[in-house]
C-alpha cells in the first residue's frame, strides 16, 4: 500500500462541509475546478512547497474524480491507486463510456449528447 493510497483513502474519509450531497452538475464543476489545479500552466517549480503543492493537486483532483464516479454508480478500487495514473485512467475511461470527455487539451469537461 502506497503512501498516496493512504493519504486518498484519508481524504475520501475527511467530513465534508455539506451534508447533503453534491448534484451532477456540482461534482462535475469540481471535476474541472480540481482538474485545471492539476495541470496548471506556469506553476512554479521552485521554492519550498512545490512537491506538497503538487500531491496536494493530485489528492483534490482524485477525490472529485472519485466522487464524481461515485455518484455515477461507478465502483471505484482505490487500490488502483497505488499508481495514480492508473487509477485516474480507469476512471476517466468509464466516465467517456458515459458520455463525459474529460479534454487534456482544453480542460473542459463536456456531456456528450
Not at 23 to 44: F, V
Not at 62 to 83: H, P, T, W, Y
Not at 92 to 110: A, F, K, P, R, W
Request: hydrophobic fraction near 40%; aromatic fraction near 6%.
Amino acid at each position: 500500500m502506497s503512501i498516496y493510497f493512504q493519504l486518498l483513502d484519508a481524504a475520501l474519509g475527511q467530513p465534508t462541509s455539506s451534508t447533503v450531497a453534491p448534484s451532477r452538475p456540482e461534482a462535475l464543476a469540481e471535476l474541472l475546478r480540481s482538474r485545471r489545479g492539476l495541470y496548471a500552466t506556469g506553476a512554479s517549480t521552485s521554492g519550498s512547497h512545490w512537491a506538497p503543492d503538487a500531491v496536494a493537486n493530485e489528492l483534490s483532483y482524485d477525490v472529485a474524480l472519485i466522487q464524481l464516479a461515485r455518484l455515477l454508480g461507478i465502483e471505484c478500487d482505490l487500490k488502483d491507486f497505488d499508481s495514480p495514473g492508473h487509477g485516474r485512467a480507469l476512471i476517466e475511461s468509464y466516465l467517456v463510456t458515459l458520455g463525459i470527455q474529460v479534454d487534456d487539451h482544453n480542460l473542459q469537461i463536456q456531456a456528450a449528447p
